[in-house]
């Protein structure tokens, strides 16, 4: 039997751009529902990358939720480690505009609980054959399956949080939307191990391809290691694994432990533009992509959600939609400058290190630009603002 329903706003995707959109129009008084293809225990335990930017901070605080959503201590400091050698760089700023270490996974956990403990958000889980249409026009309505039936959600937008391989932009016509993509060359073996961090975040520069360790909760840290792009899991056994990470720290005290999972990712950066098509909007992966050495996806996500909500405010309580009208070109100019970043720090950190990519020359040059950082005031205070996101 199918049933029908209406709300204002229909959210395709609890990632932490869904869920996050979904808890600030919560605090507005806009109703929405998420319809999510996982289940909640899924979302709880997936791993993903990304910490809060000084600005991200500051965009909870605004909307009255960073002490309910926020924890851990200050980030402030990333070891540039070169051949071994560590360059510890701290991130300035005013005392108001500094990162914290919440971790999307630890993000979207304090979401769920907001919205389904706190808020009781209205999020669809285990949703499948899910269609949106009408999507061009004032009345679209999403179509999907669950345990209980067929159901046809009528809404006034579709907001399309569900990644870069969803839904939601796949229901735009061919032709409306321009992609631009830039393919890096290169990719990176990310490996979830059962070891913390137990210095400074790791961004490492080396003659056998770039290292990074990035703390993944209170007793796990997940490596990242320049790898060829045909490269597999049959390649990075364990024991290469950890002489890889030996001889690119230059540390090797360094034990192995536990691996719970590998995967690959290509480096890319991708945007889609326009990130709207009548009264389907696109916020986070599903509009655009950065390279994961920019750690910037998440950060996106989060403007664009932030801008979205605000603007969704003005159009339904206020009846003022020129905010809304505008989302596309507001998220787009801040995307071109994070792309900016993402493909000046991801070909820093890696022609610097194994010189076969691209060359001696470059590798000079980006070794130049990576010494900047520690005796340039002014590329210090750049880069500073970069990595905070208050640009």
Same mark, same amino acid.
């Given at each position: 039997?199918?049933?029908q329903e209406k709300?204002?706003?229909?959210?395709?995707?609890?990632?932490?751009?869904?869920l996050?959109?979904?808890?600030?129009?919560?605090?507005?008084?806009?109703?929405?529902?998420?319809?999510e293809?996982h289940?909640?225990?899924?979302l709880?335990?997936?791993?993903r990358?990304?910490?809060?930017e000084a600005?991200g901070v500051?965009?909870?605080?605004?909307w009255?939720?960073?002490e309910?959503l926020l924890?851990g201590?200050?980030?402030?400091?990333?070891?540039?480690r070169?051949?071994?050698?560590?360059?510890?760089f701290?991130i300035?700023g005013d005392?108001?505009?500094?990162?914290?270490f919440?971790?999307q996974?630890?993000?979207?956990?304090n979401?769920?609980?907001e919205?389904?403990d706190?808020?009781?958000?209205?999020?669809?889980?285990?949703?499948?054959?899910?269609?949106i249409h009408?999507a061009e026009?004032p009345?679209p309505h999403?179509?999907y399956t669950?345990?209980?039936?067929t159901?046809?959600?009528a809404?006034?937008?579709v907001?399309g949080?569900?990644g870069s391989?969803?839904?939601?932009?796949?229901?735009?016509p $061919?032709?409306?939307?321009t992609t631009?993509?830039?393919?890096?060359?290169?990719?990176?073996?990310?490996a979830?191990?059962e070891?913390p961090?137990? !210095?400074?975040?790791?961004m490492?520069?080396?003659?056998y391809g770039?290292?990074?360790q990035?703390?993944?909760g $209170?007793?796990r840290?997940?490596y990242?290691?320049q790898?060829?792009l045909s490269?597999?899991a049959e390649d990075? $056994?364990?024991?290469?694994l950890?002489?890889?990470? %030996?001889?690119?720290?230059?540390?090797?005290?360094?034990q $192995?432990?536990?691996v719970?999972d590998?995967?690959f990712?290509?480096l890319?950066?991708v945007?889609h533009?326009?990130?709207?098509?009548g009264?389907?909007?696109?916020a986070?992966?599903?509009?655009?992509l950065?390279p994961?050495?920019?750690?910037? !996806?998440?950060n996106l996500?989060?403007?664009d959600?932030?801008?979205?909500a605000?603007?969704l405010r003005?159009?339904v309580?206020?009846?003022?939609?020129t905010?809304?009208?505008?989302?596309?070109?507001?998220c787009?100019?801040?995307?071109?400058?994070y792309?900016? /970043?993402?493909l000046?720090?991801?070909?820093?950190?890696?022609?610097?290190?194994?010189?076969?990519?691209?060359?001696?020359?470059?590798? %000079?040059?980006?070794?130049?630009?990576l010494?900047?950082? /520690?005796t340039s005031?002014?590329?210090?205070?750049?880069?500073s603002?970069?990595?905070?996101g208050?640009?």
């Amino acid at each position: 039997m199918e049933t029908q329903e209406k709300t204002t706003v229909a959210i395709i995707g609890a990632g932490v751009a869904g869920l996050t959109l979904a808890t600030f129009l919560h605090q507005a008084g806009v109703a929405c529902v998420v319809l999510e293809r996982h289940d909640r225990a899924y979302l709880e335990q997936r791993q993903r990358a990304g910490v809060v930017e000084a600005r991200g901070v500051q965009m909870f605080e605004r909307w009255g939720l960073a002490e309910q959503l926020l924890g851990g201590p200050v980030a402030q400091t990333i070891d540039y480690r070169l051949n071994g050698v560590s360059n510890i760089f701290e991130i300035t700023g005013d005392a108001g505009s500094q990162g914290r270490f919440c971790t999307q996974q630890m993000l979207v956990l304090n979401l769920l609980r907001e919205l389904l403990d706190g808020r009781a958000g209205d999020i669809r889980f285990d949703v499948t054959e899910l269609t949106i249409h009408h999507a061009e026009g004032p009345q679209p309505h999403v179509r999907y399956t669950d345990a209980t039936g067929t159901h046809e959600l009528a809404c006034d937008y579709v907001i399309g949080c569900d990644g870069s391989r969803g839904t939601s932009r796949a229901a735009i016509p $061919p032709g409306v939307l321009t992609t631009y993509n830039y393919e890096f060359g290169y990719a990176w073996l990310a490996a979830l191990v059962e070891a913390p961090v137990t !210095g400074h975040p790791i961004m490492g520069v080396s003659d056998y391809g770039f290292v990074g360790q990035l703390p993944r909760g $209170p007793h796990r840290s997940r490596y990242y290691l320049q790898c060829a792009l045909s490269d597999t899991a049959e390649d990075w $056994p364990d024991e290469r694994l950890w002489q890889e990470i %030996q001889r690119r720290t230059g540390d090797e005290t360094i034990q $192995p432990v536990v691996v719970h999972d590998k995967f690959f990712v290509p480096l890319r950066s991708v945007v889609h533009a326009p990130m709207q098509y009548g009264s389907l909007f696109l916020a986070g992966d599903a509009a655009h992509l950065v390279p994961p050495a920019s750690a910037k !996806g998440m950060n996106l996500a989060l403007y664009d959600v932030d801008v979205l909500a605000q603007a969704l405010r003005s159009t339904v309580r206020d009846q003022d939609p020129t905010t809304l009208q505008q989302y596309s070109d507001t998220c787009l100019a801040r995307v071109w400058k994070y792309q900016e /970043f993402a493909l000046d720090m991801t070909n820093m950190l890696h022609d610097a290190g194994d010189a076969s990519q691209h060359g001696p020359f470059r590798q %000079q040059v980006a070794r130049a630009q990576l010494a900047s950082l /520690f005796t340039s005031p002014t590329a210090a205070q750049l880069h500073s603002e970069y990595q905070r996101g208050t640009f």
